[in-house]
């Protein structure tokens, strides 16, 4: 499977599979919707993510199918000189191969573009109640300085 | 001063008072550079900010003085139903006005207009170095419920 796995932007064809994934997930299940058709809400969301060249939706492939999703924001600061920060979301791996480094294969692929995009940092927050998630993070080389902090509205 | 305080969008003639008070900070004296003329990568950062409808950075004035500056971006995600969500970067207040409610201005400020966008949540992180921070956003209600990783690139 190693040298099979690829990454792409995701069409409007791989939203079903997409939020498949959102779904399959002990806090996705309670936010989102799978249903046929697609509510219309994550179309317009897809749109809006297509329209700015800073916002991608990436999926990783293998063959035909969509076994990972990440979503990549780019997004100019005027902290730390006016730099750039790198921003990530969204990211899930299909059932079927998790435990099979796709998660990781994800997040290094989002580094290299961070880093390409020239960002002088990447960034994502985590829920407290995913203490696997964290750790994944971790070992990836991000570090947990910060706290998130939400406000529903 | 409670009435005379108003809210605008930045302008580039606000961008040396604005470096100022990021670079007034324990933290913020570390990573800016408060030089005359400033360095360009603030004024990239500015334009390119001010080049996107949802990445707006913000002053507080009282008369003809800036006070204080938050930084908020409007991001649509294709979690949570394709909603759309609000961060909070970058708030300072000038020295010479601290504890005198600003920074609750302001950030009541975002949140109203996070809403009037129609974001479900608004969000941002706080270094855990910045205990007292932590407690101002709690009091307005956010709740850290996650940690906030970062990787240096």
């Given at each position: 499977m190693e040298t099979e796995i690829f990454f792409r932007m995701a069409t409007e064809e791989d939203l079903s599979e997409i939020v498949a994934m959102l779904a399959d997930d002990v806090l996705g299940s309670q936010r989102?919707?799978?249903?046929?058709?697609?509510?219309?809400?994550?179309?317009?969301?897809?749109?809006?993510?297509?329209?700015?060249?800073?916002?991608?939706?990436?999926?990783?492939?293998?063959g035909n199918k969509v076994i990972g999703v990440q979503q990549?924001?780019?997004?100019?600061?005027?902290?730390?000189?006016?730099?750039?920060?790198?921003?990530?979301?969204?990211?899930?791996?299909?059932a079927s191969v998790r435990g099979m480094g796709v998660g990781t294969k994800l997040i290094n692929?989002?580094?290299?573009?961070?880093?390409?995009?020239g960002c002088h940092v990447i960034q994502l927050t985590t829920d407290k109640s995913r203490p696997d998630a964290l750790r994944f993070y971790e070992r990836l080389g991000f570090e947990a300085t910060h706290e998130g902090l939400k406000l529903k509205l």
């Open positions: 989102e919707r799978l249903e046929d058709p697609l509510p219309e809400s994550y179309l317009r969301a897809f749109h809006a993510i297509s329209a700015d060249p800073f916002n991608e939706l990436i999926v990783a492939c293998h990549l924001t780019m997004t100019p600061f005027i902290t730390h000189q006016g730099g750039w920060r790198a921003t990530i979301e969204g990211v899930r791996t299909a692929w989002a580094i290299q573009r961070a880093k390409e995009h």
